[in-house]
């Protein structure tokens, strides 16, 4: 028995509209993966770390960044690149440019900024241990930027970010 109601069918036209539905749920997935994996912020893929070859330069940076969010820049030098009691390490102006410093820890002793790169100075741990300097930065620029982390006359190292509006 029919109940009367004709409903025309576009078997065509449906289809489509699976495909399309499928494909996305696909890229709702892929977007979500990206997300737990780091791709927009916290998350294995979004820290970077290198070391020099010789072991004695160490950074650990977030590859990933928005615009006016804190982000840290973590180094490690090791006591046989110290100079006079100080430990100095420099950053690319291009780099550090496109950031604001919000604090650095340990505070600087002395900071320099040059035509090419900034020089921070640092009192020497006691006891031999391995300085450790964290920069707290807040990006002011979106897009892919680069630059170099060093020591002077040492190992300097390759900083890569990508920064969200």
């Known amino acids: 028995m029919s109940s009367g109601i004709q409903i025309p069918q576009d078997m065509r036209f449906q289809q489509r509209e699976w495909l399309v539905q499928r494909i996305a749920w696909i890229v709702m997935a ?3 993966l990206a997300a737990l994996g780091g791709l927009f912020g916290y998350g294995p893929a979004s820290w970077a770390s290198d070391v020099d070859s010789t072991g004695k330069l160490r950074i650990e940076y977030e590859r990933f960044g928005r615009v006016d969010a804190a982000v840290e820049l973590k180094v490690w030098v090791d006591p046989s690149l110290f100079s006079d009691d100080r430990v100095e390490v420099w950053i690319d102006r291009g780099f550090i440019d496109a950031q604001q410093i919000d604090s650095i820890t340990p505070e600087p002793s002395r900071a320099e900024p040059g ?12 006891g031999g241990d391995r300085a450790y300097i964290v920069f707290h930065l807040a990006p002011q620029i979106s897009g892919r930027y680069s630059g170099r982390l060093g020591t002077p006359g040492g190992p300097d190292l390759p900083i890569a970010q990508f920064v969200y509006p």
């Open 30 to 32: 892929l977007i979500i």
């Open 115 to 126: 035509a090419e790169r900034c020089v921070f100075s640092f009192p020497a741990p006691r």
